[in-house]
Nanobody, 121 residues
Framework: QVQLVESGGGLVQAGGSLRLSCAAS????????MAWFRQAPGKEREFISWSGLSTYYTDSVKGRFTISRDNAKNTVYLQMNSLKPEDTAVYYC?????????????????WGQGTQVTVSS
């Protein structure tokens, strides 16, 4: 079993930055693929980025968001720059019991509780 706890969300003005963190416990972190998803009000949850054998980003965040991980701290990060109001959502961390990432929710085994990010215009 893996427990995931996100932190770092908040309110920021458009153009600003935030760094989200997701701390994992319960399983060898270095063997997990880690991902970030988000869900805006009234919308389905969408994939943002994963980190595993490599890293991958959805087009809407390329060049603005960066995923990174510190295996010694069992933590994955999402650095978000040049934030836009449309980035407003609840951001979720997810873990997969394979080191290869995926953009599909169904392929992740563990989820955090989410952290709210609000970008004001």
């Amino acid at each position: 079993q893996v427990q995931l706890v996100e932190s770092g969300g908040g309110l920021v003005q458009a153009g600003g930055s935030l760094r989200l963190s997701c701390a994992a416990s319960g399983r060898t972190f270095s063997s997990l693929a880690m991902a970030w998803f988000r869900q805006a009000p009234g919308k389905e949850r969408e994939f943002i980025s994963w980190s595993g054998l490599s890293t991958y980003y959805t087009d809407s965040v390329k060049g603005r968001f960066t995923i990174s991980r510190d295996n010694a701290k069992n933590t994955v990060y999402l650095q978000m720059n040049s934030l836009k109001p449309e980035d407003t959502a609840v951001y979720y961390c997810a873990a997969r019991r394979r080191y290869s990432g995926s953009r599909y929710e169904r392929e992740y085994d563990y989820w955090g509780q989410g952290t709210q990010v609000t970008v004001s215009s």
